[in-house]
């Protein structure tokens, strides 16, 4: 029974850790005596030591996944792959909640359930990684979109915001209907809601050819709930809004952290729930035109944050190529690209919210960075070069192996449309390279230097995409790990 | 489940008014959920009973939400058409032939 308590104990510290932050932040800043204080800086380095704490245990808990077999005939499993996907989401939530401190400072930002909220749905993403049961899969899913409508909308008086998280709420809600919707059809059709019996009964669903409506309307609501999620074409409807319109932090957090753990998700109930009845072709069709509008759309932005939204939309269709073709090359394939479209996206963020002093919006605000700020239009150039794919830089090496993965199953259509499609997003990460470098603005901005978190991100984040090319096999071999837990 | 395709329909073919896009959402969740019931009775399994009483505790959490991002909305612009939700406006990807300068 001890086994239990241990196995989820990074989940068990951060929810105490959540409320009892909750608790501390209502308690002293509505005290009269300390002069109702602000106390969202203070919560949320509380907050960043919590999730390091969190990740240290799920670290350092590593034996513990073997002995937790109480579990395993219940709603959640631990192995490998749940085991570094967690690892990689704790790291990005440290990331980004130490990129919010200045943003807290400048916009006067007081409300500290900003932090709880983030804290929350961490943890409920720790749980949707592990979940391994439709109904916690849902349940955690849940949990996750509603603590993020709440921070979509969280700078109240600001029509952009309000109108972002209304837009977010409502897509949300939307998809996670269609997604219950799946679930139901698939326990009707098939009376089981665990993945391990769905994989028993939905293995030879191919070949038997008993076919049942009812499972093909669950797989292809589910699919279709689940790329509403991640944003992929042609489900992306309200995604640039929403980016566009929150505030910057939980952008960064939307971009990143509910991507990594729904694919995690997806993986499990795709891969391993339904092998035989899970609908390639949709993924393809869903990469195919993801590629294609986050290539051609960027184009005609001229908003930063509308830009990298069209790019995130882009590089999901680039990671659901290793999706579409289920061969554990292709896993693995997925696996770095969102391992390294995790640290780029970080390293974007960072730098927006490092140019927002003077409310950077539009591309050509960032005229002339070059001559004011030189290390950070590099670093900047860098990330965007890492965007597009050139060598030799990280972005390069997953969409390598990304079309490699394509190409080694058969996909050549898929792999020859992501490549020219890839080519075609050049222009636009170069031309704001150019901007930077080569365009003298029509009023100069003058930048403040940004303080030491951001920066610490900003260097270890670009210094890895710089550096991978040079010692590639660590991420190679943990995904590799991950991939084949992930078909046992 | 002809209820939840007309929350669907509901939500996409809103004209009025916004907080009635409430509506086909919940009415969607709860259709789902009906739908959970029966199915676990006509196959005598008892994860769907359980399943169906943890939704509608979601159904009300997000409900409670969204009539507080409505009333912010609201407060902050003053109307409920639907027509005004478009502050936001992107150069979609349609309008290429001007705005590509180099």
């Known amino acids: 029974m001890f086994n239990l308590f241990l196995a989820v104990f990074p989940e068990i510290f951060i929810i105490n850790a959540t409320f009892i932050l909750l608790i501390h932040g209502v308690v002293f800043s509505t005290s009269k005596k300390d002069d109702y204080p602000p106390l969202v800086s203070n919560v949320g380095w509380l907050g960043l030591l919590s999730v390091l704490i969190t990740l240290l245990l799920l670290a350092a808990g590593a034996p513990l996944l073997t002995i937790a077999h109480l579990f395993w005939n219940n709603f959640f499993r631990r192995d490998n792959f749940t085991y570094f996907c967690q690892i990689l989401l704790l790291l990005s939530t440290a990331g980004t909640i130490s990129m919010c401190f200045d943003f807290f400072e400048q916009e006067r930002f007081d409300a500290f359930e900003f932090i709880v909220l983030i804290l929350l749905s961490t943890c409920s993403m720790l749980f949707m990684i592990s979940a391994y049961d439709l109904i916690a899969m849902y349940l955690a899913i849940e949990l996750q979109s509603l603590c993020f409508y709440v921070i979509a909308a969280s700078k109240r008086k600001s029509e952009f915001s309000t109108e972002a998280g209304l837009k977010y709420l409502i897509l949300g809600a939307f998809s996670s209907g269609i997604l219950l919707f799946g679930c139901s059809m698939i326990y009707g059709s098939t009376g089981a809601t665990h993945f391990d019996q769905l994989a028993k009964i939905l293995t030879g669903y191919e070949i038997t050819g008993a076919r049942s409506s009812g499972i093909f309307m669950g797989i292809l609501f589910i699919a279709v709930g689940f790329l509403f999620k991640i944003t992929a074409v042609p489900f992306h409807m309200w995604a640039p809004d929403i980016y566009e319109g929150s505030p910057t932090p939980v952008t960064a957090f939307l971009s990143i952290a509910p991507k990594i753990s729904i694919f995690a998700n997806m993986l499990r109930v795709f891969i391993y729930g339904s092998y035989g009845a899970t609908l390639q072709q949709i993924f393809f069709f869903c990469s195919i035109a993801s590629m294609i509008l986050g290539a051609l759309a960027a184009m005609a932005q001229t908003k930063v944050k509308r830009l990298l939204a069209y790019s995130s939309i882009g590089h999901v269709g680039y990671i659901c190529i290793g999706f579409s073709c289920g061969t554990i090359e292709g896993i693995q394939s997925l696996l770095i690209g969102i391992f390294i479209y995790a640290l780029m996206t970080i390293d974007a963020f960072a730098i927006v919210l490092a140019l927002r002093q003077t409310r950077v919006k539009y591309i050509a605000d960032l005229g002339a960075l070059a001559k004011t700020n030189p290390i950070l239009a590099i670093t900047f150039s860098i990330t965007m070069f890492s965007y597009a794919g050139i060598p030799p830089l990280a972005g390069f090496c997953s969409k390598f192996y990304l079309f490699f993965a394509a190409l080694g199953c058969g996909a050549y259509f898929l792999a020859s449309v992501g490549v020219v499609t890839s080519v075609i997003g050049c222009f636009y990460y170069i031309r704001l390279v150019k901007r930077m470098f080569f365009d003298t603005p029509r009023t100069w901005i003058l930048y403040e230097p940004m303080d030491r978190d951001k920066s610490l991100l900003l260097a270890m984040t670009s210094s890895f995409i710089t550096l991978f090319f040079l010692y590639p096999s660590p991420l190679f071999s943990v995904t590799h790990q991950m991939a084949l837990s992930l078909y046992l | ?102």
Not at chain 2, 12 to 38: G, T, Y
């Open chain 2, 1 to 102: 489940m002809i209820i939840s395709i007309l929350g669907i329909r509901g939500i996409l073919l809103n004209r009025r008014n916004i907080p009635i896009m409430s509506m086909p959402i919940e009415s969607m969740l709860l259709a789902v959920n009906s739908n959970f019931l029966v199915f676990s009775v006509s196959s005598d399994d008892m994860m769907g009973q359980s399943f169906a009483s943890l939704v509608p505790t979601v159904a009300a959490a997000e409900s409670a939400i969204g009539l507080a991002i409505f009333v912010i909305t609201f407060r902050v612009r003053g109307t409920i058409a639907v027509e005004s939700i478009n502050s936001i406006q992107g150069a979609g990807p349609f309008s290429l032939g001007e705005r590509i300068r180099f």
